[in-house]
Nanobody, 123 residues
Framework: VQLQASGGGLVQAGGSLRLSCAASGRTFNLCMGWFRQAPGKEREFVAVISPSGGSTKYVDSVKGRFTISRDNAKNTVYLQMNSLRPEDTAVYYC??????????????????WGQGTLVTVSS
């Protein structure tokens, strides 16, 4: 499985962006997650979605602002980001988890990673 993240860019605080993660290979049976890494900080969990799309989990700081979704027919996962804040500035990565245990949030539990896309939110 190869993952390609896109959709990052520069946006003003309060604005919106939609990130996409296109997969080559089957991902319909995998949990898919988004993580982010700000300069000088560790990579942190943002959101995860179950294989069917019926279950999701978010880090508290993005609840109510970000929405993760997927289109299994297109092998694509999305992260809709609204009401963006300067503290959301980071490189965003999509990842896939082969182990169907649950909605996991640790980067070390994910098996496949995209290359990252930079999101910059100006104040």
């Amino acid at each position: 499985v190869q993952l390609q993240a896109s959709g990052g860019g520069l946006v003003q605080a309060g604005g919106s962006l939609r990130l996409s993660c296109a997969a080559s290979g089957r991902t319909f049976n995998l949990c898919m997650g988004w993580f982010r890494q700000a300069p000088g900080k560790e990579r942190e969990f943002v959101a995860v979605i179950s294989p069917s799309g019926g279950s999701t989990k978010y880090v508290d700081s993005v609840k109510g602002r970000f929405t993760i979704s997927r289109d299994n027919a297109k092998n694509t996962v999305y992260l809709q980001m609204n009401s963006l804040r300067p503290e959301d500035t980071a490189v965003y990565y999509c990842a896939a988890d082969r182990t169907i245990i649950g909605l996991r949030t640790s980067p070390g539990e994910y098996d496949y990673w995209g290359q990252g896309t930079l999101v910059t939110v100006s104040s």
